[in-house]
């Protein structure tokens, strides 16, 4: 497998629970894609098939402000997120495509700090770097049409991530 970069988005809601506490969650859409290739090694234009699979996450998050001003804020966070495989599809070089059925579940921790700033009542603009760790993978996500399946996150279960964007606050 040849992982290319996932892409991550989605939409946060966060409920202050005083003055240096709040709960976050909401709605995760992430695309990951991979080349397979037949043997064991990646070489260039040996591509058996692509891997396009498209997962929604629902995270539950945890924050304390470290420094909290009128309009800006220092936090840290932790929390936990599932994510479902919804759609995915392999694509072979001769053109078949070959839908595929994952079944179960993805789940992971994550530690964030991170910085905001208010640009209104309800609604802030977020970056926070930080570290994932995805839980109980193993070595594959599943089996199908004779190939083994995989994703990034088997094959580098925890790392850095960083987030950005548009938070709304409750």
Not at 31 to 37: I, Q, R
Not at 47 to 57: E, M, N, P, T
Not at 138 to 146: A, K
Request: a positive charge; aromatic letters at 16%; one cysteine or more.
């Amino acid at each position: 497998y040849k992982h290319r970069q996932p892409f991550r988005t989605g939409v946060s809601f966060a409920f202050e629970l005083g003055r240096w506490l709040y709960a976050e969650s909401g709605l995760s859409y992430q695309y990951m894609g991979s080349a397979m290739n037949a043997g064991g090694q990646f070489a260039e234009n040996s591509s058996l098939a692509d891997q396009k699979l498209h997962y929604l996450g629902i995270p539950v998050k945890i924050g304390v402000n470290f420094m909290s001003e009128k309009r800006f804020q220092i936090y840290l966070s932790g929390g936990y997120m599932v994510e479902k495989c919804v759609y995915g599809v392999l694509e072979q070089p001769n053109g078949h495509v070959v839908r595929l059925k994952l079944k179960g579940v993805m789940n992971s921790v994550n530690f964030t700090a991170g910085m905001q700033f208010k640009i209104g009542e309800l609604m802030a603009l977020y970056m926070e770097p930080g570290w994932y760790k995805y839980l109980g993978l193993g070595e594959e996500i599943g089996r199908q049409n004779g190939y083994i399946l995989k994703n990034i996150y088997t094959d580098h279960p925890d790392g850095l991530s960083f987030q950005g964007g548009l938070r709304f606050m409750f």
